[in-house]
């Protein structure tokens, strides 16, 4: 099955904004997660609640892939870890977070369902172009 130039790029455009929403959602979770691990102003049942909160939270997103769910919790328990380790820091993830979950919701999401759907459509256009140049 030969893709088209046309599929091809709907599939790096896909990619693009799955991969741009992905960031978008989780990469500022995630620098706080290293900040409150390396600070040394956070005491240790800070850290230690934040680890016990990641691993939780990885154990959910194990979850998520094998059963192939959307649970959108991840991002919570993790702050509940950041609460207990800094909260008087917490304001500006908040506002990051809100601020992103609305770029998720009303631009990002939107566009991947849209090209995912492109590009289904262009496979199956693929498919069929090739199948009838066989008969």
């Known amino acids: 099955m030969a893709k088209s130039e046309y599929t091809k790029t709907l599939q790096r455009q896909f990619w693009l904004f799955r991969i741009l929403d992905w960031i978008c959602l989780f990469l500022p979770t995630i620098i706080y997660v290293f900040i409150a691990w390396f600070d040394t102003g956070v005491l240790v049942y800070g850290k230690v609640a934040v680890t016990g909160t990641v691993l939780i939270a990885a154990i959910l997103t194990a979850f998520n892939i094998l059963m192939k769910k959307r649970l959108t919790c991840i991002i919570w328990i993790t702050l509940i870890g950041l609460f207990i380790a800094f909260k008087e820091f917490l304001f500006p993830l908040i506002v990051i977070m809100a601020v992103?979950?609305?770029?998720?919701?009303?631009?990002?999401?939107?566009?991947?369902?849209?090209?995912?759907?492109?590009?289904?459509?262009?496979?199956t256009d693929d498919d069929k172009k090739a199948f009838e140049a066989k008969n």
């Open 100 to 123: 992103t979950s609305c770029i998720h919701d009303f631009l990002l999401a939107p566009l991947v369902d849209t090209f995912k759907v492109k590009l289904i459509s262009s496979k």
